[in-house]
């Protein structure tokens, strides 16, 4: 039992998209600590860039946990510690000669609960150009604002009211402006820490819509609850549970075939 | 102080009798339309309430003794709940009408008291007004109550109440933030758990201790410190108050401010380090501004505790009613001079006496009004995470 909890029980044939995108995060060996508590269990992937990649598995699998692993957001959380190499372009993350501040800006991420500043759309999405000095003159970070909400669909209905609160706007359309928040200074990765459990049906098939075209651009690490919607937006699918990563290979051979037991027990509803 | 007893004695036996009819009732069968504890409990609250009315009105008339009156009254209250219990009576919701009626009444002493205190104080300054007119107090220049033709200037009161209030939030407004921002944010827990309470201690150094401090310490201090350097200061001055009751709001605006920093959402400084933000630039742009409207707010309420103090500026700023904006004078604030109208023997409706009550008047109307633009702006505050 011992040695099982410890390492992926099953290696998985190589998933065919890492055949056609490269790959862009490794991690391996990885292990997460909560001060006592062990959340993520000497883990190992791959994520291919320009797809979509989604964590499932049970509240508290350490998913969450892994994905805030990948732009450090743990860093701010005391008595978290993080052994083993995460590798984002073959340069390692947790390297002491990485900078934070610049980590996070070429990873961006969208959270559980939409969490505009209460400052205006504008402002909002000018936040990280601004503190990054992206944009040379009123007119580039204007232009950078307006490209970004159009990437995030928003630009159409906040075009005329660009100055008002971000905390006025519905829920799924505070999503998609912290999307647009969060591509405004121009990521490489884009992490999601379940973007739609607190959207409505309509709002979240918008956002799936969005990470669909976002993947053109971006490295997608998305976190769900959802089993159809990992199955509907991703391209890869890693089962993580009890801090193990189970499974992860692609999604149409997770949902179809799974190799392992407790990723068919899940998947078909019988736990979690 | 027996009859006291005697009624509590009755009402919890009135509680117990109707709950165990109650209980009979139930036990036999019938449906009752209240738990058999809340029969109980009404009961309870009758005869107290009987009881006590009895007892205030026993004291009130001296011809009913208050050993016979309270207890009957008691007595009688209860045996009425005790014979109404049926299946039929509503006992729980009569119950939570009369608890409704008693919170209401409580806080309506607490209003009904502050609308007295505000109508006597308004009828003097009346009486006030009729003999000083209303503009020679408001814009006069000139305070001397007790000279042969006294005149009462308010201005030269107001000048000294704001310079001294200047100069102590000169000294607690970046005292106090920049504290809140260190405890709020970079302080650890265990610096936290012993810095704050440290900090709220000085709150609760009495103002009388403080007063002291400033006019036997601080201004023979700033008065040495000016002639060192050739000035010749005052042995009272605004700067030793200022100074003084800066320190004493700092707690005041550090534990506020401190409070509305941490209620900013964590998901607000979560949002801005995902950005790849610093913490200094999250605690600038994201933190600082959605906190802003209470920190004002904090601000305020420390302003208009300034301007209300009384010992400090009363030990350590004189009495001398001087219209000057310089720190280093001797002033007088309108507390102050409250306080020196009514100490010791007064005619009680002298033009000097009475305008003790115009100056407690206006002191009142301004600490409302900013009292009150600080309730607004929390209320702003609150709507915008609701």
Redesign the interface.
Same mark, same amino acid.
């Given at each position: 039992m011992n040695d099982m909890t410890f390492k992926t029980v099953f290696t998985p044939p190589q998933p065919k998209i890492l055949a056609t995108n490269p790959a862009k995060i490794i991690a391996e060996g990885v292990d997460v600590y909560y001060g006592e508590k062990h959340a993520i269990k000497n883990l190992s992937l791959t994520i291919p860039d320009k797809a979509v990649s989604a964590f499932i598995g049970p509240s508290g699998c350490g998913k969450s946990t892994f994905l805030r692993s990948i732009n450090r957001m743990n860093d701010t959380i005391p008595g978290c510690r993080v052994t083993g190499v995460i590798n984002v372009d073959g340069q390692a993350i947790y390297d002491p000669s990485i900078d934070v501040v610049d980590l996070r800006a070429r990873i961006g991420m969208v959270f559980q609960k939409p969490n505009p500043f209460p400052k205006s759309i504008f402002e909002n999405v000018a936040y990280g150009p601004r503190i990054h000095g992206l944009a040379k003159d009123k007119t580039a970070l204007e232009q950078i604002v307006t490209e970004s909400l159009k990437r995030a669909s928003l630009w159409d209905e906040v075009k005329d009211r660009l100055h008002q609160p971000g905390t006025g706007l519905s829920g799924g359309q505070q999503q998609r402006l912290c999307i647009a928040r969060a591509i405004a200074v121009n990521p490489e990765v884009i992490l999601m820490d379940e973007p739609c459990s607190a959207l409505d049906p309509i709002a979240t098939a918008r956002i799936e819509e969005l990470i669909t075209e976002l993947k053109e651009k971006f490295c997608i690490v998305i976190v769900t609850h959802s089993m159809q919607q990992a199955a509907r937006v991703s391209d890869l699918t890693a089962f993580f549970h009890l801090g193990i990563l189970v499974e992860a290979g692609d999604t149409d051979e997770v949902f179809t075939s799974p190799q392992e037991k407790r990723t068919h027990d899940y998947i078909t509803g019988r736990f979690g | 102080m027996v009859s006291l007893v005697i009624i509590v004695a009755l009402s919890v036996l009135a509680y117990f009798a109707s709950q165990m009819r109650a209980a009979a009732l139930a036990a036999g069968g019938a449906t009752l339309r209240a738990r058999p504890t809340f029969h109980g409990y009404l009961a309870f609250v009758v005869a107290l309430l009987a009881g006590l009315v009895a007892l205030a009105l026993a004291g009130l008339t001296p011809a009913l003794p208050a050993l016979i009156a309270a207890p009957a009254a008691a007595a009688a209250g209860g045996i009425a709940v005790f014979l109404a219990v049926s299946p039929v009576l509503r006992a729980r919701v009569i119950f939570e009408k009369i608890v409704l009626a008693v919170l209401i009444l409580a806080s309506a002493i607490a209003i009904f008291t502050t609308i007295g205190i505000v109508a006597s104080v308004a009828v003097e300054s009346l009486h006030f007004f009729q003999q000083v007119p209303m503009q020679s107090f408001l814009f006069g220049t000139d305070w001397s109550p007790t000279a042969p033709v006294p005149s009462f200037g308010f201005v030269p009161l107001l000048t000294g109440t704001l310079l001294i209030t200047v100069i102590a939030l000169t000294v607690a407004a970046p005292l106090g933030l920049l504290s809140a921002i260190y405890l709020a944010e970079y302080a650890?827990l265990k610096t936290r758990a012993i810095a704050k309470p440290l900090l709220e201690l000085l709150a609760g150094v009495p103002t009388v201790v403080l007063g002291f401090f400033a006019a036997l310490t601080v201004a023979p201090f700033i008065k040495t410190a000016g002639a060192a350097m050739g000035f010749s200061i005052a042995s009272e001055s605004a700067m030793a108050a200022g100074l003084v009751m800066g320190m004493m709001i700092v707690p005041l605006i550090s534990s506020l401010s401190d409070d509305v920093i941490n209620a900013v /959402?964590q *998901?607000?400084?979560? =949002?801005? %380090? *995902?950005? =790849? *933000?610093?913490k200094s630039?999250t605690i600038r742009?994201?933190v600082f /501004? *959605?906190a802003l409207p209470g920190i004002v707010s904090a601000f305020i309420l420390a302003i208009s505790r300034a301007i209300g103090e009384t010992m400090i500026v009363v030990m350590a700023a004189g009495l001398a009613p001087n219209l000057t904006f310089n720190p280093f004078a001797a002033v007088t604030t309108v507390t102050v001079q409250i306080s020196a109208m009514l100490v010791g023997d007064q005619e009680f409706d002298s033009a000097k006496t009475l305008s003790a009550f115009a100056l407690g008047l206006t002191l009142f109307l301004i600490t409302l009004a900013l009292n009150i633009y600080a309730l607004r702006v929390v209320r702003k505050y609150k709507e915008? %995470?609701a």
């Amino acid at each position: 039992m011992n040695d099982m909890t410890f390492k992926t029980v099953f290696t998985p044939p190589q998933p065919k998209i890492l055949a056609t995108n490269p790959a862009k995060i490794i991690a391996e060996g990885v292990d997460v600590y909560y001060g006592e508590k062990h959340a993520i269990k000497n883990l190992s992937l791959t994520i291919p860039d320009k797809a979509v990649s989604a964590f499932i598995g049970p509240s508290g699998c350490g998913k969450s946990t892994f994905l805030r692993s990948i732009n450090r957001m743990n860093d701010t959380i005391p008595g978290c510690r993080v052994t083993g190499v995460i590798n984002v372009d073959g340069q390692a993350i947790y390297d002491p000669s990485i900078d934070v501040v610049d980590l996070r800006a070429r990873i961006g991420m969208v959270f559980q609960k939409p969490n505009p500043f209460p400052k205006s759309i504008f402002e909002n999405v000018a936040y990280g150009p601004r503190i990054h000095g992206l944009a040379k003159d009123k007119t580039a970070l204007e232009q950078i604002v307006t490209e970004s909400l159009k990437r995030a669909s928003l630009w159409d209905e906040v075009k005329d009211r660009l100055h008002q609160p971000g905390t006025g706007l519905s829920g799924g359309q505070q999503q998609r402006l912290c999307i647009a928040r969060a591509i405004a200074v121009n990521p490489e990765v884009i992490l999601m820490d379940e973007p739609c459990s607190a959207l409505d049906p309509i709002a979240t098939a918008r956002i799936e819509e969005l990470i669909t075209e976002l993947k053109e651009k971006f490295c997608i690490v998305i976190v769900t609850h959802s089993m159809q919607q990992a199955a509907r937006v991703s391209d890869l699918t890693a089962f993580f549970h009890l801090g193990i990563l189970v499974e992860a290979g692609d999604t149409d051979e997770v949902f179809t075939s799974p190799q392992e037991k407790r990723t068919h027990d899940y998947i078909t509803g019988r736990f979690g | 102080m027996v009859s006291l007893v005697i009624i509590v004695a009755l009402s919890v036996l009135a509680y117990f009798a109707s709950q165990m009819r109650a209980a009979a009732l139930a036990a036999g069968g019938a449906t009752l339309r209240a738990r058999p504890t809340f029969h109980g409990y009404l009961a309870f609250v009758v005869a107290l309430l009987a009881g006590l009315v009895a007892l205030a009105l026993a004291g009130l008339t001296p011809a009913l003794p208050a050993l016979i009156a309270a207890p009957a009254a008691a007595a009688a209250g209860g045996i009425a709940v005790f014979l109404a219990v049926s299946p039929v009576l509503r006992a729980r919701v009569i119950f939570e009408k009369i608890v409704l009626a008693v919170l209401i009444l409580a806080s309506a002493i607490a209003i009904f008291t502050t609308i007295g205190i505000v109508a006597s104080v308004a009828v003097e300054s009346l009486h006030f007004f009729q003999q000083v007119p209303m503009q020679s107090f408001l814009f006069g220049t000139d305070w001397s109550p007790t000279a042969p033709v006294p005149s009462f200037g308010f201005v030269p009161l107001l000048t000294g109440t704001l310079l001294i209030t200047v100069i102590a939030l000169t000294v607690a407004a970046p005292l106090g933030l920049l504290s809140a921002i260190y405890l709020a944010e970079y302080a650890d827990l265990k610096t936290r758990a012993i810095a704050k309470p440290l900090l709220e201690l000085l709150a609760g150094v009495p103002t009388v201790v403080l007063g002291f401090f400033a006019a036997l310490t601080v201004a023979p201090f700033i008065k040495t410190a000016g002639a060192a350097m050739g000035f010749s200061i005052a042995s009272e001055s605004a700067m030793a108050a200022g100074l003084v009751m800066g320190m004493m709001i700092v707690p005041l605006i550090s534990s506020l401010s401190d409070d509305v920093i941490n209620a900013v /959402p964590q *998901a607000m400084r979560d =949002g801005s %380090y *995902a950005m =790849g *933000a610093t913490k200094s630039e999250t605690i600038r742009k994201v933190v600082f /501004p *959605a906190a802003l409207p209470g920190i004002v707010s904090a601000f305020i309420l420390a302003i208009s505790r300034a301007i209300g103090e009384t010992m400090i500026v009363v030990m350590a700023a004189g009495l001398a009613p001087n219209l000057t904006f310089n720190p280093f004078a001797a002033v007088t604030t309108v507390t102050v001079q409250i306080s020196a109208m009514l100490v010791g023997d007064q005619e009680f409706d002298s033009a000097k006496t009475l305008s003790a009550f115009a100056l407690g008047l206006t002191l009142f109307l301004i600490t409302l009004a900013l009292n009150i633009y600080a309730l607004r702006v929390v209320r702003k505050y609150k709507e915008h %995470y609701a």
